[in-house]
Every structure is written in structure tokens, then in C-alpha cells.
């Protein structure tokens, strides 16, 4: 049973590492242009706290509004950087799904081996069952991700001032609940062995 499946495994192992570095390169990015968004989310407060008509302002009656279609104009292109990096976290939740799905497939197509087989470990090698469950548990974990990414940045409005400026804040709150999360590398580790193990001799107790 292990043999057909070696092949899509170590593409899968292939998809996930290079998942792996691109979410970690948006996740990255998408920092500064937040804190970018929260500072000029700041700005447009301060100038709303102006009192243009009773400073000398007040003799440049279109220096307002000019000054918030710059800032609109500087906030829409920040979200616009932003949504290209939610794109870059949505193609890693796909190309992942779509990878664990090619294993998943075969192994259906193949025909679940018995029961024992299936849960067989070795001292060095875990089980058929554990690899797969791990798959699932990575496609999961970056459907989350991607999932939390997409709400918080489709909330942004100027609309919300105060909100904005909090950004960071909630953004690293999402950081935080993934970045000690290792099951994308306990996976791999799972994949690698399942792999090695089973190239050349078989995944037993006795192995």
C-alpha cells in the first residue's frame, strides 16, 4: 500500500515546504504595510482634529480636501499591497489542499489497506494513519490562517479610525495563535520518515 503512495508524498512534501516559506514571506510583508495603514489612520484623526477654519489654514479652503484625497488615495494603495498578500496566503491554502488531496485519492483509488496495516508503526516511522492525518492537519491549519487573515483585512474601513490604528495590534494576535503552531514541520518530519522508511525496507515494530 505504502509504495504507490511514495511518490505523491514527496511532492506533497515539496508543496508544503515551498507553502511553508511563501506564507511566511506574506505573513512578513504583511506587517509594515499594516503599521503603514494604522499610522496614516492616525494622521487622518489628527487632521480631522484640525481647526482649519480658525487657523491660518482657513485661507486655503480646498487644502482639506486635497489633503484627504492624498490619504485616501496612500490608504487604497496600502490595501491594495495588502489583498495581493491575501492572495499570496489563499494560493498557499490551495496548493496545499490540492496536494494533500492528490495523496488522499490515490489512497483511496488504491484501496484502504487492513486496519493493522494502516496503524502499523515502526520505533523510527510513524503509521500510514498518522501521515494522512497530518496532511489534514496542515491543510487545516492554513485554511485557518488564510481564513483569519481574510476577515481582518476586510474590515479595514477609514470609516473606523480607531479600528485601524488597532491593526497591528490584532494582527499580531493572529501571528501569535500560529507562529508556536509545528504542525506544518511535525508533518514534514512525518512525511520524511514515512518516506525513507518505506524505500527500502518495510515499516514494522521490528524494522
Request: glycine share 4%; net charge neutral; with cysteine.
Amino acid at each position: 500500500m505504502a509504495a504507490p503512495l511514495l511518490p505523491a508524498l514527496r511532492a506533497w512534501a515539496e508543496a508544503a515546504a515551498r507553502a511553508e516559506a511563501a506564507a511566511r514571506a506574506a505573513l512578513e510583508a504583511s506587517g509594515p504595510l499594516l503599521d503603514s495603514l494604522a499610522a496614516l489612520a492616525a494622521q487622518v484623526r489628527a487632521a480631522r482634529r484640525l481647526p482649519w477654519d480658525a487657523s491660518p489654514l482657513g485661507a486655503f479652503p480646498e487644502l482639506r480636501a486635497r489633503l484627504w484625497r492624498k490619504q485616501r488615495g496612500a490608504a487604497e494603495a496600502l490595501l491594495e499591497r495588502l489583498g495581493e498578500r491575501r492572495e499570496e496566503l489563499r494560493a498557499v491554502r490551495d496548493a496545499v489542499a490540492a496536494a494533500g488531496a492528490a495523496v488522499l485519492r490515490l489512497y483511496e483509488e488504491r484501496g484502504p489497506a487492513e486496519l493493522p496495516a494502516v496503524l502499523r508503526r515502526g520505533p523510527r516511522c510513524p503509521s500510514l494513519a498518522d501521515v494522512l492525518e497530518g496532511l489534514q492537519d496542515v491543510e487545516r491549519y492554513y485554511r485557518h490562517l488564510y481564513l483569519e487573515s481574510k476577515l481582518l483585512l476586510q474590515r479595514i474601513t477609514l470609516d473606523s479610525l480607531a479600528d485601524v490604528e488597532a491593526l497591528p495590534q490584532s494582527w499580531e494576535r493572529i501571528l501569535e495563535r500560529y507562529k508556536e503552531d509545528s504542525v506544518v514541520q511535525d508533518t514534514l518530519l512525518k512525511v520524511s520518515l514515512f518516506v525513507e522508511n518505506h524505500r527500502e525496507v518495510s515499516c514494522s515494530p521490528g524494522s
